[in-house]
């Protein structure tokens, strides 16, 4: 939350600069006071994640000539001036060259804690948004298998040993969750690398259109096969063969299906030529195969054969850690195929991310992304006044606290961030209101601007 970012503080005056430390410390910053810019200046840099608090007139070097260092090596760096009556034309230059705010002294301390909350919630914001930029291009490497949480190390490091083993492999996992990303980086870390990578969907083909695609057929094998296929069983020979939703694959195929595993060798329909292959196979399903209640009609001996190795991709819910990592992958991938920026990361956007269950897993996250970088990301975000969404295995007390803020907000939405309008709706004391957004990390700036009491303080 904004009320623990840091906050450099410089002013030659002892007195107010010991009495504004008091004041930001209340309010919750964590507030380091230099008597000259130069000491502030030596202690900062690029990944400082807070505010800067400056008085403009100083001997040596003035709040100007910092605020002009600062931009030198971070422009997003907020900086606000205190300045005396007559300081008022030179802070008006600093705004127009980039500085966050100007403070005329003397000032309401509400005015002061204001201004900087805000500020720091900016810079906590263009931070995430440079370590999503940075996390994305540090995950190239492990593309597209991208996570930094333990369950997705260990199942890469798993990749990386079986890789060249030439075991056939079982993938399980929810749909969108990456089965067919694992199959690809099991083929391309592989030696088989430079042989065929062939995909088949055993759900989406019928029985009579799946043999042929799978085993192949000679001319007149059947009404219509008028020409010569080859099978996609064998098109992958030293390759890699990927048999996706494969829980659907008729019986009758199975039975085929377990013969080539076994034998290594297939039979096109149409003739008695037995020709041999050099098989990898690397199967996904969306069941657990090794529960005879979702098995179902699937051959248990089948499921043994296939079963060498089991790799289980876990839910995105479950490793939350890497969904803003995979958002700041996706999103850029989406800036540069519609050649526009990345937008900023909202507290909305950001907000849903963090509590969205994504039951349609790398893929909903993805195609979100996308409508994120056009704008349209609106269209699938809770409305202000949908009930918000709670995860499972929550406390009742932290269930709580987040309708509690959900409640905040879609007040403060409905009354344009007007501050007295909010707090009569609610019907709560303006000081615990004020407590309250400190609690949860609640700006009200985000809900329309400053029309409320507090530009009246």
């Not at 003739?271 to 005879?292: C, G, Q, W």
Request: aromatic content about 6%; glycine content about 8%.
């Amino acid at each position: 939350m904004n009320e623990s970012s840091p906050v450099f503080l410089i002013d030659d005056d002892k007195d107010l600069l010991k009495a504004t430390k008091q004041t930001l410390e209340l309010a919750g910053f964590i507030v380091s006071a230099f008597p000259a810019a130069t000491e502030a200046l030596n202690a900062l840099d690029a990944g400082f994640a807070g505010v800067v608090v400056s008085d403009i007139r100083m001997p040596q070097m003035d709040g100007q000539q910092l605020f002009a260092r600062i931009k030198g090596f971070d422009p997003d760096l907020p900086v606000i001036l205190m300045t005396g009556h007559g300081d008022i034309p030179m802070a008006v230059q600093a705004i127009q060259d980039g500085a966050y705010d100007f403070i005329a002294k003397p000032f309401a301390t509400d005015r002061l804690v204001q201004s900087v909350r805000r500020a720091a919630e900016k810079r906590r914001l263009v931070l995430e948004n440079r370590a999503l930029r940075q996390a994305a291009e540090q995950a190239q490497g492990d593309l597209p298998l991208i996570g930094q949480t333990p369950a997705i190390e260990r199942l890469r490091h798993t990749l990386r040993q079986i890789a060249d083993t030439d075991v056939d492999v079982l993938v399980t996992g929810e749909t969108g969750s990456g089965k067919e990303v694992v199959a690809s980086l099991l083929h391309r870390w592989s030696r088989r690398a430079k042989g065929n990578f062939v995909a088949l969907n055993c759900g989406a083909l019928p029985e009579t259109v799946i043999e042929s695609e799978l085993f192949g057929h000679e001319p007149g094998a059947f009404t219509g096969a008028q020409k010569k296929r080859i099978g996609r069983i064998e098109h992958s020979s030293a390759g890699t063969l990927f048999l996706d939703e494969i829980e659907s694959m008729p019986p009758a195929i199975q039975v085929q299906m377990l013969r080539v595993l076994e034998m290594r060798e297939v039979t096109p329909l149409g003739t008695n030529e037995i020709r041999r292959v050099d098989l990898r196979v690397v199967a996904a399903a969306k069941v657990d195969l090794s529960d005879p209640g979702q098995r179902g009609d699937f051959r248990e001996d089948l499921y043994y054969r296939l079963n060498v190795v089991t790799l289980s991709i876990p839910p995105l819910r479950e490793r939350r850690d890497d969904i803003p990592l995979l958002f700041g992958y996706f999103a850029e991938r989406a800036a540069s195929r519609f050649k526009r920026d990345v937008p900023a990361v909202t507290a909305t956007v950001r907000r849903h991310l963090q509590q969205h269950d994504w039951p349609g897993n790398v893929r909903e996250l993805s195609h979100f992304a996308e409508r994120f970088v056009l704008g349209l990301e609106a269209s699938v975000l809770p409305k202000s006044g949908d009930a918000p969404t709670v995860e499972a295995g929550l406390s009742l007390p932290v269930r709580v606290e987040r309708y509690e803020a959900e409640l905040i907000r879609e007040s403060l939405q409905q009354n344009n961030g007007d501050v007295r309008k909010t707090i009569e709706a609610l019907g709560i004391p303006r000081k615990t209101f004020y407590d309250k957004l400190q609690r949860h990390g609640i700006v009200r700036g985000d809900f329309a601007g400053l029309d409320g009491d507090d530009r009246r303080s």
